[in-house]
């Protein structure tokens, strides 16, 4: 029902319903706190399900429609947890998608996330997904983590870095080292692509001598 509103004449506000229903009954009061209404934006909505998954966001998201919550390690893979917003919520995982509301649950501790469900989507990838990470996007995620940990002041950042992999630091160094690599010139072009392939025979002249 509507909820009225009229000012005392001490100025204060008071909230009621007036009730059609019963005949001793005019106004009912509804206390302030109840008509509170809230209001959720995508990247907070992302930030609150990573948080309870208990996943490492990115403080960067390019398209607000597909956020990335973090990587999710399996018992036997890793894989990224991304948000949909859309006519629905759903979280994509492995291949899978699955509706929000689906793994979320109110109990008397409050909103909890069903972890098992998506860890077990992890270890059951839908054949073809495409949800395996590309070296080039692994070393463009760990470098803008490590910039992160950098400017939080965080001294032994590659230590964390690796902790947080389950890497050695010797490999996070490796990764982070690794330069990207060059696309290959369009097989339409031969002029750009013999001077590709001249290029990498020079340079491989160079290191046998």
């Known amino acids: 029902m509507p909820v009225e509103m009229a000012t005392t004449a001490a100025g ?6 007036v009730c059609d229903r019963r005949e001793d009954t005019a106004r009912v009061p509804v206390p302030r706190v109840q008509l509170e209404q809230w209001q959720c934006s995508p990247r907070l909505l992302a930030d609150g399900v990573a948080k309870l998954v208990g996943l490492r966001r990115s403080l960067s998201d390019d398209d607000p429609r597909r956020l990335d919550l ?14 949909h917003v859309e006519s629905a919520l759903t979280l994509h ?3 899978h998608v699955l509706p929000l509301p689906d793994v979320l649950a109110w109990t008397d501790k409050g909103m909890t996330v069903d972890r098992r469900a998506l860890v077990r989507c992890v270890d059951n990838p839908v054949a073809a997904a495409g949800a395996k990470e590309s070296a080039e996007k692994r070393r463009e995620r760990l470098d803008a983590r490590r910039k992160e940990l950098i400017a939080s002041r965080v001294h032994n950042f590659n230590e ?5 992999e389950g890497l050695t630091t010797t490999r996070i160094k490796q990764i982070l080292k690794a330069k990207p690599q060059e696309p290959l010139a369009d097989a339409k072009d031969p002029v750009s692509l013999l001077s590709q392939l001249q290029r990498a025979s020079s340079g491989e002249a160079k290191r046998q001598r």
């Open 93 to 95: 995982i492995a291949g």
């Open 160 to 164: 964390v870095l690796a902790q947080e």
């Open 70 to 83: 973090g990587v999710l390690k399996g018992t036997q893979a890793s894989a990224h947890v991304v948000l």
């Open 12 to 17: 204060t506000l008071r909230f009621f319903v």
